[in-house]
């Protein structure tokens, strides 16, 4: 029965089923989307800007505003994924609920390190910029290689 059905449409009419079944589809999945918002905050409750927001095993993602709220678009049993310097990442799993609010708690083992830079020291966590390291025989070779270039001797490479 079914298969003289198949017979009597043209390829045309095949292709627009195909098409439409595609297409509704898409419109499920994309209705399957929810928007989630919330407020990461600290240990003393105070939002936290820049916070890294996203979705685990995916680039999609977000940000934290001044007052450390966010906003993204995810589908229910998502996980999210907060991280910010300083702080121990936390996850949390999108369910029926549109507000997911995280308190994240400083991580001290991440700035305990001292750094020395050109005009004193600070600790790692203090820093902003960008940080390099060198070994003693790095700069044995600097040494070496600035002096026979002050006086002429040669050039090394």
Do not use: W
Not at 37 to 53: A, L, Q
Not at 64 to 82: D, P, R
Not at 127 to 152: P, Q
């Amino acid at each position: 029965m079914y298969r003289n059905i198949y017979l009597k449409l043209s390829t045309f009419q095949l292709r627009i089923i195909t098409v439409f079944i595609v297409f509704m589809g898409i419109v499920m999945t994309a209705s399957a989307q929810q928007t989630i918002s919330g407020r990461v905050t600290d240990e003393t409750n105070g939002g936290i800007p820049g916070v890294s927001v996203t979705i685990k095993g995916q680039s999609k993602g977000a940000t934290t505003n001044t007052k450390g709220e966010y906003t993204l678009t995810a589908s229910a049993g998502q996980t999210l994924v907060f991280t910010y310097v300083g702080y121990a990442a936390k996850e949390a799993v999108v369910g029926a609920s549109a507000t997911i609010n995280i308190n994240l708690s400083p991580n001290s083992n991440d700035l305990t390190e001292v750094v020395v830079v050109g005009y004193g020291t600070a600790k790692k966590g203090d820093l902003t910029g960008s940080i390099a390291g060198i070994g003693s025989k790095e700069i044995e070779d600097c040494l070496f290689k600035m002096h026979y270039r002050r006086y002429r001797v040669g050039c090394l490479e």
